[in-house]
């Protein structure tokens, strides 16, 4: 036969609501702690994202610098037979400010839309936050 709350003395209801107070406070903590691991995990995610396409730009600058001064050396060769070789360093140089500023805008713009804040993890703690009654 169940023993209903009403038919408990005092003494055991107050253990048993102790006791559930201990184990929701050890539930909430555990839940914390694994919220925290979590938010961890999906930074270190988002680090190692950023990293791969820092990397990504790194080289392709390197191939692009090597490529644009085999074709700067080549081009002012050709335009020193026609120019003299003053113009021809001023208008090579232009170019290669020129690619070397396009080159650093995209690579800026692509950094801004990388976030290294544990997103999802901060929009299920706003949900479940928004779920929870007000007191």
Excluded: Y
């Amino acid at each position: 036969m169940a023993t209903r709350p009403e038919d408990l003395p005092p003494a055991d209801e107050e253990a048993r609501l102790a006791e559930s107070v201990k184990r929701l406070l050890a539930d909430a903590g555990r839940l914390a702690r694994l919220e925290a691991t979590l938010a961890r995990l999906e930074t270190q995610a988002n680090l190692q994202a950023a990293g791969h396409a820092l990397q990504r730009m790194a080289l392709g600058f390197l191939l692009l610098s090597a490529a644009g001064l085999l074709a700067a050396a080549a081009g002012l060769v050709g335009l020193a037979r026609f120019l003299g070789w003053a113009p021809a360093l001023a208008v090579s140089a232009l170019g290669l400010g020129l690619s070397g500023a396009w080159l650093f805008h995209r690579g800026r713009r692509r950094l801004r839309t990388t976030s290294l804040l544990p997103q999802r993890t901060l929009a299920r703690l706003t949900a479940a936050s928004a779920e929870e009654p007000a007191p």
